[in-house]
């Protein structure tokens, strides 16, 4: 084998290995339809074109960050962004390969799948890895964890037991209200009655006595 034909053979690997570490580092980081284009025959400068979709000013620098660190990580040399400020299109020169992480109406319009897609390099993409999740600017539902309906579940069973518990009390306090009335008619009615005067029950009759001196004179009359 010649020595141009090996120094090919290990461009082609680096190209490919390199690929590989960009597309893990944007995968990392939940870039959305990645697509790989094979650009040898359109221009000297660079053999891959990267396109990757990022939701938000965040999410697009945040895989910016995770492209710089894995292909450093694969060690490349350390590549050059450009676009960060402004977080809507960002190119990162990774040298044999150049990636542009868009958001999608820039994407949309500047359609560069037209320009470099001519051959698509299929890559195996999706693989198991720990994903950052980096939500949208506008709260959108998207890059919530996966285990939150749980923590609802959870949350809206507690509350469950929660009402349960309250009804419990508050039947319980209406059944001792409702004991404790027929105690409070039992204490009513052993109360006595109220006694009424004195003067109202009897009735004195008072006997006019006669003088003794009368009595005497009435005895010798007869």
């Known amino acids: 084998m010649s020595t ?12 490919t290995k390199l690929q590989r570490a960009i597309v893990d ?15 040898e025959h ?49 190119i990162v020169d990774c040298g044999a390969c150049v990636v542009h992480i868009m958001q999608p109406v820039i994407r949309q319009y500047y359609r560069l799948e037209e320009i470099w897609g001519e051959k698509p390099v299929r890559l195996k993409l999706g693989g198991a890895k720990p994903a950052k999740i980096f939500a949208s600017e506008d709260a959108s539902e998207e890059g919530k964890p996966a285990k ?37 008619t039992k204490t009513a009615a052993k109360k006595p009655a109220a006694k009424k005067p004195a003067s109202a029950v009897k009735t004195v009759v008072i006997k006019p006595t006669a003088p003794r001196g009368g009595a005497k004179k009435a005895a010798a009359k007869k």
């Open 42 to 90: 359109l221009s000297p400068l660079f053999e891959r074109v990267i396109v990757a979709t990022g939701s938000s000013n965040r999410q697009t620098k945040a895989l910016a960050v995770s492209v710089r660190d894995a292909v450093k990580k694969a060690g490349f040399k350390v590549p050059r962004n450009e676009g960060e400020e402004n977080g809507e299109w960002i």
């Open 148 to 184: 939150k309906p749980a923590a609802k579940k959870a949350v809206a069973a507690v509350d469950g037991k929660t009402v349960v518990k309250k009804a419990a009390a508050k039947k319980s306090a209406a059944t001792k209200t409702a004991a404790a009335k027929p105690a409070a």
């Open 4 to 15: 141009s034909t090996q120094s090919d053979s290990a461009a082609k690997k680096d190209v």
């Open 25 to 39: 580092g944007l995968e990392d980081v939940k870039a959305q339809d990645i697509q790989v284009f094979n650009t």
